[in-house]
């Protein structure tokens, strides 16, 4: 629900219609960490166990059926790409990846490059995070530094992404520009070394509290005119920067 109200937001920001975006339009999203609620982990645990261990025989039968049978839907990374997709009619290229931001930062890339070979138009850009659950809260508090289940939040935002020749061709304003990009990697053996995450903000306040894949994207909705500038590094690696001109 939040990916598709943050993506009709952006849509009718940028002066496009809602319901027929059709060929020209592309998605790519990057969706946060799985969430998993308290109780429902609780009662697939219960159907399982065969005494104090886990049975996948009884996890395949009371296991399973002890949970809801829809609740695999809402678990699957692809499906707010499906909602946000069927919503507006989006029907040309897409790209899912997770569930950082360093993978938001993908997922750009991923636009730009088929807004440039011209295999869309218009890139419809985004990120969720369902963060405010008991699953993806005891993840982070297993992290070395851990992040407390307080700072974590639920968020979602999109940018539309199209080139300069395209918006003058709509005659639509212009909201804003990318000035720079850049993704690199640092290497390391992730069982003997956890990296330092990092990420901040110049030209527009941080966000309140952790947003997961959506910090960048929420970010640059709030911001004031101007220059805003992004730069992190990511847990597993990932290190990414940005240069964006709000107008």
């Known amino acids: 629900m939040s990916a598709r109200c943050a993506a009709g937001r952006a849509l009718e920001s940028a002066g496009l219609d809602t319901s027929a975006l059709g060929p020209k339009a592309g998605l790519f999203l990057a ?28 996890f395949g039968t ?61 890139a419809l850009v ?3 995070a369902h963060q405010t659950n008991f699953l993806v809260a005891h993840h982070h508090q297993r992290l070395r530094p851990p992040i407390a289940a307080g700072d974590l939040r ?10 300069a020749t395209g918006l003058a061709a709509r005659g639509a304003a212009v909201r ?29 306040s941080a966000p309140d509290g952790n947003f997961g894949a959506a910090s960048l994207p929420l970010a640059l909705a709030t911001a004031p005119l101007g220059i805003v500038r992004h730069e992190l590094k990511a847990r597993d690696g990932v290190t990414a920067a940005s240069t964006w001109q709000l107008a």
């Open 31 to 58: 969706v946060g960490f799985i969430p998993f609620e308290r109780a429902d982990i609780d009662a697939l645990m219960e159907g399982s166990l065969e005494g104090d261990r886990v049975s996948l025989r009884r």
């Open 176 to 204: 804003g520009r990318l000035l720079e990009f850049d993704v690199g990697y640092r290497a390391h053996d992730p069982f003997a070394q956890e990296l330092e995450p990092a990420e901040n903000f110049a030209g527009v």
């Open 62 to 122: 009371d296991g399973f059926s002890a949970v809801n049978p829809l609740l695999t839907f809402r678990c699957l990374p692809n499906m707010p790409a499906y909602h946000v997709s069927a919503n507006f009619d989006v029907q040309g290229e897409y790209f899912v990846t997770y569930p950082g931001a360093g993978e938001f930062y993908a997922a750009l890339m991923e636009a730009i490059d088929a807004l440039q070979a011209g295999r869309v138009a218009v």
């Open 154 to 163: 639920d968020g979602a935002g999109f940018l539309v992404l199209e080139t």
């Open 126 to 128: 985004g990120a969720v």
